[in-house]
């Protein structure tokens, strides 16, 4: 049981390795704020909250280690605030420099000018 | 490059120097230590509190952590004083000029469960303060984060609609003052030293390890540093163009 939580944990803090790398490449390499910001996000969710709940599943394997209920707690509750404010203040981002048209804004496809064409 | 090499000439240096000259481990716990570890946390006359940080701060050092606190209160003092305002401008400060629309759904909704979070959490750090590393001063300062968010997602007016507004906070902030005196006054009522913590607070209350008068400095601390942030973010949070109105300032 405690090699299968290992694995799992494992897993995910590597996926969550993967995902920091590519939205620091993203971050860098994207062409304008919003597909950056998207890139942000990756690394925040991917790279923030999928490790911790890693971490979590880890410590609730790992026999030996002391107060391993607690770290798997702090973890897991530390990897849900984070999911709940990262895509927040994403959403902030994106309206503020969308309200104050600081960032120039050139959509390929916009579905939300659509529906409200059609109404 | 030639930053690069510096940067790795200097990281080599301090990490060769940091590997030669080794800080010297102490063996055993020295003299003035053990006085203080025997007084705060072992003995009959001690608060029992594992935490000798703060029992030695709000004990030992008691006159020194007052004058501290006295100086945050001065700074708070003094911006209420730059933003002094009278009968009506404060009126006019209160009211809402321009509707302005409301942020997005979503940030609105995490920012109601984050708030609830962030009051659970400074409230864990500044009553666990005689157990856990924390303690008043760093649970008021996690508290006034949550006024400052609803300021940023909502608006200063939510918050003076909600009750919350300058004069409240001041109020709640002379509360928490009062009971720092308070607290340590009443040592001198049975005869022993100002802001002495045993023996006349009780260490446990039905197997409660309440550390003293520890709690009750963490406690009064956390509403006064709490409610003085509150305090100065709601003034700030006033919009330049009331300002400008109050002063006079032609565009």
Sequence with gaps: MSEILF????????????CDLFGAIGLLRF????VRLHAATVGTIGGAVVPLFGVALLA??????PHRYAIAGASFITGIIVLLAAPAGATALAYAAHKVKLVEWKPKV???????GND | MKRLVTLILLLTAVITLAYVFQVPQPEDVKPLGEFYLENSYFGDYSAKSPEVITSILWDYRGIDTLFETAVFFLAIIGSLTVFRLTKEQEKEVKTESTQVEPLPLPIRTVTKVIVAMILAVSASIALHGHLTPGGGFQGGSALAVAPLLIIAAYSKYALEKN????????????IGLLGIALVALVPLLSGSYIMQNQPIFPAEINGQLIGGSLIYYNFFEFLAVGAGFTAVFLLLAIPEEKFKKILGVRR
């Design chain 1, 60 to 65: 609730l394997g790992a026999d030996f280690l």
């Design chain 1, 31 to 34: 062409p304008n704020f919003y």
């Design chain 1, 7 to 18: 694995y799992i944990g494992a897993v995910m803090i590597i996926i969550g390795g993967i």
């Design chain 1, 110 to 116: 916009d579905h939300l000018a659509e529906v409200r």
């Design chain 2, 163 to 174: 009750g919350l507004d300058k004069t409240r906070a001041l109020i709640l902030r002379s």
